[in-house]
């Protein structure tokens, strides 16, 4: 009788703990980025941001439709190339994820950004920059960084007004984002008064500059506008200091305003010059920033470039419009994304009816004793 009365009670055990995780939902969130190549240390960031907001989130207890959930990220790796983001997109619609934090580079996020308006799903980029990305009006786009229209006439501005600089040359990746704030800035400062003194191009995967250079160098410039990354500009900047350019100055949009571009430049005294621009405000400034940035270096020491507090707040985001829908569902939730007004790491997060962060602010920096600073 006994052994009876136990295994009953065993097995009504096993049934209600089956009636529980029963009411668990698993929710899958997407992340992409390049997590390979030359910008794998920006992808790995982005990444470990939106990773350490799902690790938060579960520890929550958090309960939405009547239902507990637990949060998974999917990450994928676009390497920073179009057709390798569109297929990430896909698999990640195919995986029907609630909702996508991503991507890293505009060249990416621009075609991705159909993909998830196919499916709908909507998506949160914290780093993509080039203002076509909203010009279509998918409503499940929706990026929360200042958009190149701010940086590039930001650094156009304080060229022109607080270095009173009179000429430049520009030069550009060739990419999405290397051409569209190359463009900004050019219009800017040509509207200024500032002479265009020369154009040239080159390439995402390039690593030597000595010819582009060296006809730059013959046109006498004040200065130098690079649209592209920190694995093009590390060289650049090491081949400016072989060439005598080291009177130069040097701008630069997001791209190129990180930690690594001083490792990257590898003690060229030109890293002096550089003074870059990057959407929101400098970490310390941030309202959550400084906290916010002690817990991410003892979890991941020596990785943070960026935007990972962006991505951890893009996560953030889309969880706090599934509770306000209470709804997983990304046909329920997507239109409280817009309605959003979420106090986040790096801003208050509210929208333009195209997707666009509202009052996005952006912060200047130079690089003092190979040090990034907020000027």
């Given at each position: 009788m006994q052994l009876k009365l136990k295994l009953t009670v065993v097995a009504a055990i096993a049934a209600a703990a089956g009636v529980a995780s029963a009411q668990e939902q698993v929710v899958k969130i997407g992340h992409v980025a390049p997590?390979?190549?030359?910008?794998?240390?920006?992808?790995?960031?982005?990444?470990?941001?939106?990773?350490?907001?799902?690790?938060?989130?579960?520890?929550?207890?958090?309960?939405i439709g009547g239902k507990k959930i637990k949060f998974e990220l999917q990450a994928e790796d676009d390497a920073a190339d179009p057709k390798q983001g569109t297929a990430a997109a896909q698999k990640l619609c195919d995986s029907k994820v609630a909702g996508v934090v991503g991507h890293l580079n505009s060249g990416t996020t621009i075609p991705a950004s159909k993909v998830y308006n196919d499916c709908g799903i909507p998506h949160v980029t914290g780093a993509a920059t080039?203002?076509?990305?909203?010009?279509?009006?998918?409503?499940t786009t929706f990026r929360i960084i200042a958009n190149d229209n701010a940086l590039g006439a930001g650094l156009a501005f304080y060229a022109v007004d607080t270095l009173k600089l009179k000429t430049v040359a520009i030069i550009d990746d060739r990419t999405a984002y290397g051409q569209g704030v190359a463009d900004v800035f050019k219009k800017t400062a040509a509207a200024k008064g500032m002479k265009?003194?020369?154009?040239?191009?080159?390439?995402?995967?390039?690593?030597?500059?000595?010819?582009i250079l060296t006809a730059i160098k013959a046109k006498n410039p004040d200065a130098v506008f690079f649209g592209g990354m920190d694995p093009q500009a590390g060289p650049m900047l090491r081949q400016m200091e072989q060439l005598g350019m080291g009177n130069v100055k040097y701008f630069g949009g997001d791209g190129v305003c990180t930690s690594e571009v001083a490792k990257l430049a590898a003690g060229a005294k030109t890293l002096a010059n550089v003074i870059c621009a990057e959407g929101g405000s400098s970490l310390a400034k941030m309202p959550g920033g400084t906290?916010?940035?002690?817990?991410?270096?003892?979890?991941?020491?020596?990785?943070?470039?960026v935007y990972s507090p962006y991505t951890y707040d893009a996560t953030y985001l889309i969880v706090d419009a599934m509770k306000r829908a209470n709804s997983v569902?990304?046909?329920?939730?997507?239109?409280?994304?817009?309605?959003?007004?979420?106090?986040?790491?790096?801003?208050?997060?509210?929208?333009?009816?195209?997707?666009?962060?509202?009052?996005?602010?952006?912060?200047?920096?130079?690089?003092?004793?190979?040090?990034?600073?907020?000027?």
């Open positions: 997590v390979s190549g030359a910008q794998a240390h920006y992808g790995k960031d982005n990444e470990n941001g939106a990773r350490m907001a799902i690790e938060e989130l579960n520890t929550q207890g958090i309960t080039n203002p076509n990305l909203t010009k279509p009006g998918y409503k265009v003194v020369d154009e040239q191009f080159t390439t995402d995967k390039a690593t030597d500059f000595m010819a906290a916010w940035k002690a817990k991410y270096d003892a979890k991941y020491p020596n990785q943070f470039q569902d990304p046909k329920v939730y997507t239109p409280e994304l817009l309605k959003s007004n979420f106090k986040g790491v790096t801003s208050t997060i509210a929208f333009e009816p195209n997707g666009e962060i509202k009052n996005p602010a952006i912060t200047l920096y130079n690089y003092k004793d190979g040090k990034k600073t907020p000027l």
